[in-house]
């Protein structure tokens, strides 16, 4: 493998956007306008101390929504365009926004969190990365504060800049 590889940490491969956050007390609703407002496909979970407790994407609200609609026919009502291009990207159809309000992301999130260190190694990135059904890990710093994220974009993206 090419030397430069070899050498990538999680800082090197990390985005430099400051990790964003979602409160579990709030509801799914504001998490997915939060999520799409921001181009963004998940976030982690912080509980009321600011401790992160899991992490929500738009997989798992669309799945949800999936859920919902079948579960909550009665509550049907006018929906929200963002909504609607959300189920329409997960191939849902239209989702409730209602049902959206009353549920809490602490509800519909994954708990846990896949971390690694800043300076972890490209391949302990990769294991980690491979461990679960996600496609990001997030970087702590010493003291456990989350400080960034790696996604596949960003190790192919960082793989093929030390290729070149």
Request: glycine share 12%; hydrophobic share 40%.
């Amino acid at each position: 493998m090419n030397e430069t590889i070899e050498r990538l940490t999680a800082i090197d491969l990390m985005s430099g956007d400051p990790v964003a956050y979602l409160r579990g007390d709030q509801s799914v609703g504001e998490a997915a306008r939060f999520l799409l407002e921001r181009g963004m496909t998940g976030a982690p979970v912080e509980d009321e101390r600011g401790s992160p407790i899991g992490v929500l994407t738009l997989t798992d609200i669309a799945r949800l929504g999936g859920r919902t609609l079948r579960a909550k026919d009665d509550e049907a009502c006018a929906v929200e365009e963002w909504f609607d291009e959300l189920g329409e990207r997960q191939g849902l159809g239209s989702i409730p926004s209602r049902a959206f309000r009353k549920l809490q992301v602490r509800e519909a999130m994954s708990s846990g969190l896949r971390t690694v260190r800043l300076d972890q190694p490209l391949a302990e990135v990769l294991d980690a990365l491979l461990e679960g059904p996600y496609r990001r890990v997030f970087v702590r710093d010493p003291g456990g504060t989350l400080v960034g994220v790696v996604g596949l974009v960003d190790v192919v993206r960082a793989v093929r800049n030390g290729l070149r």
